[in-house]
């Protein structure tokens, strides 16, 4: 949905690249765009990375979809 309404997705994963990539190619294929990147949202410094990657390439955080599982 999010692909469709034209946002640019950052796809967080920890140990799945595949379905990261996946993920985002059907972000793209709706018309979004975006990064996967890997970080460990537990950890601060990757909590960090990911924000800083975010902005590097993109200047701004317009939502943020908090969906991190156990």
């Known amino acids: ?13 920890v140990g799945n690249k595949e379905a990261a990539d996946e993920c985002l190619r059907l972000v793209n294929e709706a018309g979004g765009g975006g990064l996967t990147i890997k970080a460990d949202v ?14 590097e390439n993109y200047g701004q955080i317009d939502v943020l979809v908090n969906n991190a599982g156990v």
């Open 1 to 13: 949905e999010l692909g469709r309404l034209g946002f640019t997705v950052m796809v967080n994963y």
């Open 42 to 55: 537990s950890v601060a410094k990757d909590r960090a990375y990911l924000v800083e990657e975010t902005l």
